[in-house]
C-alpha cells in the first residue's frame, strides 16, 4: 500500500526538497500552502493533492480538516509540520520583543505554532490507523537569540519544540510517534543578508542543503526511526555545539 504524506510550507525551500524526497521513495504527497496548485509542478502529485490553506486563519485552518481527509483513505502515514513565517521590519530588519506588534506576533503562532496542533490533532485517527509520525520543523533560534530570526519566530519554534514533547507523550499509546528537527543555516531563498559571517564560524564551515534536511525528516517518518519519539533533531553542522 502507497504511504500518504501531508506536507505544510510546501512549496519552497525544505518544503519542496521534503516533497522531492518522499515522491522519490513511492510515497503520496498531499501538500498545504498558501499558493494554489502552479501549472508548471515538479511535485509529482496533481491539483487533487494540493489544498490552498492559510494558516495564519485558525477557522480556515480547523475547515481544512474535512478537506484533507476527503482526500485519505482513513489513514495517514506521516505528517510533516514545515510551514513558518518570520516577519521583518520595513527595512528588512529583525523584529524583537520591543517592536514586534501583537497582530504580528498572534499570526506567527497561528502558522508556527497553533497549526501544528490543529492538524494532527483532526487527523489523529488517521495518524493512529497507520501508526504514524508526525514531525515538527523547529528551528535553532528556538533556543538561542539568533541575528535574524524575529522574537516572535524564535519563540513560536521553543513552543513548537516543546509541544513536540508533549505531543509525543499524548500521542504515544496511540501507536503515534511525533519528533521535530532543528535546521540551522540552510541554503534556502528566505536566508539573510549577513549569513556568510555565521557559516564561516561553523564547525562544518557551509550552508546545509534542504536535501539534507529532508533526509533527517524523512528518516523520522520512516520504520528506521520507529522507537525515536520525542526528539528533537539538530540539522545544523554543529552549530548548537
Request: hydrophobic share 40%; charged share 20%.
Amino acid at each position: 500500500m502507497k504511504k500518504t504524506l501531508l506536507l505544510t510550507g510546501a512549496s519552497r525551500g525544505i518544503g519542496h526538497a521534503t516533497v522531492r524526497r518522499f515522491n522519490a521513495e513511492g510515497w503520496r504527497v498531499i501538500t498545504c500552502s498558501r499558493a494554489p496548485f502552479p501549472v508548471e509542478c515538479p511535485w509529482g502529485g496533481g491539483r487533487e493533492d494540493h489544498v490552498e490553506l492559510d494558516l495564519s486563519d485558525p477557522a480556515e485552518t480547523i475547515n481544512a480538516i474535512g478537506v484533507i481527509q476527503e482526500k485519505l483513505d482513513g489513514r495517514l502515514d506521516a505528517l510533516v509540520n514545515n510551514a513558518g513565517i518570520s516577519p521583518k521590519g520595513p527595512d528588512g530588519e529583525r523584529l524583537n520583543t520591543l517592536d514586534t506588534d501583537l497582530m504580528t506576533w498572534g499570526k506567527v503562532f497561528h502558522v508556527n505554532f497553533f497549526a501544528s496542533v490543529v492538524l494532527a490533532r483532526g487527523l489523529r485517527d488517521e495518524l493512529a490507523a497507520a501508526k504514524g509520525s508526525v514531525v515538527n520543523v523547529t528551528s535553532i533560534a528556538g533556543s538561542r537569540v539568533h541575528p535574524f530570526a524575529g522574537a516572535a519566530y524564535a519563540t513560536s519554534k521553543a513552543a513548537l519544540a516543546a509541544l513536540t514533547r508533549e505531543m509525543a507523550h499524548d500521542f504515544g499509546p496511540l501507536g503515534v510517534r511525533v519528533n521535530a528537527i532543528a535546521p540551522g543555516e540552510v541554503e534556502t531563498s528566505i536566508l539573510s543578508p549577513g549569513t556568510e559571517q555565521i557559516v564561516e564560524k561553523l564547525p562544518l564551515q557551509r550552508l546545509g542543503q534542504p536535501e539534507e534536511v529532508a533526509s533527517a525528516i524523512y528518516f523520522l517518518c520512516s520504520q528506521e526511526s520507529s522507537y525515536i519519539s520525542g526528539a528533537e533533531i539538530e540539522v545544523n553542522g554543529a552549530q548548537h555545539v
